[in-house]
């Protein structure tokens, strides 16, 4: 008996394109993966009919397979918001290239993968003697939600929850792929303009997050099975929590949230600026909840939410491609 030790995990992602949860060339590195919990529920549905003379189950059949899973991972390079916002087009040449990702709205057609939300394939590998290697590849997963998140003295941390179409058990050859070796972006790296142009200083945690509300179709066509996800109205949140100063309190609590003034916001996650760096534009946001209560010792603090309306990306880094190489 050989136990499955962490030391021995390994978790990459291949692109998919043309057909839906097919996956196309070599794994690719997703960045350094602190977790990874994918989630089977194979539908068994438990029969009762009359005549089964006991109150247990009468039988079980096969229902509708439901999978779907989350990972998280201190980024190296912006893939997954490619994955979230819909699209992407790639352009440039080494140090940097660079990558415009874009919303996709219905009806939206990608320059390279046509007209399907953007999917791709999760291999998990957990490694022991050979020929017992634990191995699950998850086909045609789909971004449900992203996350972006900063605390002070923390490297960045992403987020993902996925919608996918099925899952499979293999033992053979571990997932495997060329590591980057980059330095992940840390908290020092990222910075919020509130409105773009004036820096939000004082932050000491940050969250941003985009929801896709994905709807995992079942149809009655033979399979048990989703159809491709479908993405319903798309949803922004960021939420922030700071050292409460002069500065930010009439604009705050009077001009945006009592009095409901929309701004833009930029949040900037720079290593090197115009060669590894991320700039995602927040439009038509709107700060609709602010705690500040009122303490008997320490710093007061505030802890805002705010909802932006729309928002596209501008990356710079030594990753050549974000979309597949169709």
Same mark, same amino acid.
């Given at each position: 008996?050989?136990?499955?030790? @962490?030391?021995?995990?390994?978790?990459?992602?291949?692109? *998919?394109?043309?057909?839906?949860?097919?996956?196309?060339?070599?794994?690719?590195?997703?960045?350094?993966?602190?977790?990874?919990?994918?989630?089977?529920?194979?539908?068994?549905?438990?029969?009762?009919?009359?005549?089964?003379?006991?109150?247990?189950?009468?039988?079980? *059949?096969?229902?509708?397979?439901?999978?779907?899973?989350?990972?998280?991972?201190?980024?190296?390079?912006? %893939?997954?918001?490619?994955?979230?916002?819909?699209?992407?087009?790639?352009?440039?040449?080494?140090?940097?290239?660079?990558?415009?990702?874009?919303?996709?709205?219905?009806?939206?057609?990608?320059?390279?993968?046509?007209?399907?939300?953007?999917?791709?394939?999760?291999?998990?590998?957990?490694?022991?003697? @050979?020929?017992?290697?634990?191995?699950?590849?998850?086909?045609?997963?789909?971004?449900?939600?992203?996350?972006?998140?900063?605390?002070?003295? #923390?490297?960045? %941390?992403?987020?993902?929850?996925?919608? +996918? =179409? #099925? +899952?499979?058990?293999?033992?053979?050859?571990?997932?495997?792929?060329?590591?980057?070796?980059?330095?992940?972006?840390?908290?020092?790296?990222? !910075?919020?303009?509130?409105?773009?142009?004036?820096?939000?200083?004082?932050? =000491?945690?940050? /969250?941003? /997050?985009?929801?896709?509300? &994905?709807?995992?179709?079942?149809?009655?066509?033979?399979?048990?099975?989703?159809?491709? $996800?479908?993405?319903?109205?798309?949803?922004?949140? &960021?939420?922030?929590?700071?050292?409460?100063?002069?500065?930010?309190?009439?604009? &705050?609590?009077?001009?945006?949230?009592?009095?409901? !003034?929309?701004?833009?916001?930029?949040?900037?996650? @720079? =290593?090197?600026?115009?060669?590894?760096?991320?700039?995602?534009?927040? !439009?038509?946001?709107?700060?609709? #909840?602010?705690?500040? $209560? @009122?303490?008997? #010792?320490?710093?007061?603090?505030?802890?805002?939410?705010?909802?932006?309306?729309?928002?596209?990306? %501008?990356?710079?880094?030594?990753?050549?491609?974000?979309? $597949?190489?169709?």
């Amino acid at each position: 008996m050989a136990y499955y030790l @962490t030391d021995g995990n390994a978790t990459f992602m291949k692109y *998919e394109s043309g057909t839906y949860a097919t996956p196309t060339g070599t794994y690719q590195w997703l960045g350094m993966v602190q977790s990874h919990d994918p989630s089977e529920d194979m539908g068994k549905m438990p029969l009762r009919y009359v005549g089964n003379t006991t109150r247990n189950v009468g039988r079980w *059949e096969n229902g509708p397979i439901t999978i779907n899973g989350n990972f998280s991972y201190y980024p190296q390079n912006w %893939k997954m918001l490619r994955f979230v916002l819909g699209s992407a087009v790639d352009a440039g040449s080494p140090s940097p290239y660079t990558h415009d990702i874009y919303e996709a709205n219905g009806g939206f057609s990608d320059p390279v993968i046509g007209t399907n939300f953007p999917s791709f394939t999760v291999g998990d590998g957990w490694e022991t003697v @050979t020929g017992s290697n634990f191995i699950r590849v998850v086909k045609g997963a789909e971004v449900d939600r992203f996350t972006l998140s900063a605390s002070t003295g #923390e490297p960045l %941390k992403v987020d993902v929850d996925y919608v +996918a =179409k #099925e +899952a499979q058990f293999e033992s053979g050859t571990m997932p495997s792929g060329t590591a980057d070796t980059s330095s992940p972006y840390l908290w020092q790296d990222i !910075s919020v303009d509130l409105p773009s142009g004036t820096g939000f200083a004082y932050m =000491k945690t940050f /969250s941003m /997050s985009v929801s896709n509300n &994905l709807l995992g179709p079942h149809y009655i066509t033979g399979s048990r099975t989703i159809g491709e $996800p479908i993405p319903q109205n798309r949803d922004y949140e &960021l939420s922030a929590t700071m050292d409460a100063t002069d500065k930010w309190a009439k604009d &705050l609590y009077d001009k945006y949230l009592i009095g409901g !003034s929309a701004f833009n916001m930029v949040v900037d996650v @720079t =290593k090197a600026s115009g060669s590894d760096a991320m700039v995602w534009t927040l !439009s038509g946001c709107y700060l609709t #909840e602010m705690s500040a $209560p @009122t303490e008997a #010792e320490g710093i007061n603090e505030w802890t805002i939410t705010i909802k932006p309306t729309e928002s596209n990306a %501008k990356v710079w880094d030594s990753t050549e491609l974000y979309t $597949p190489n169709a």
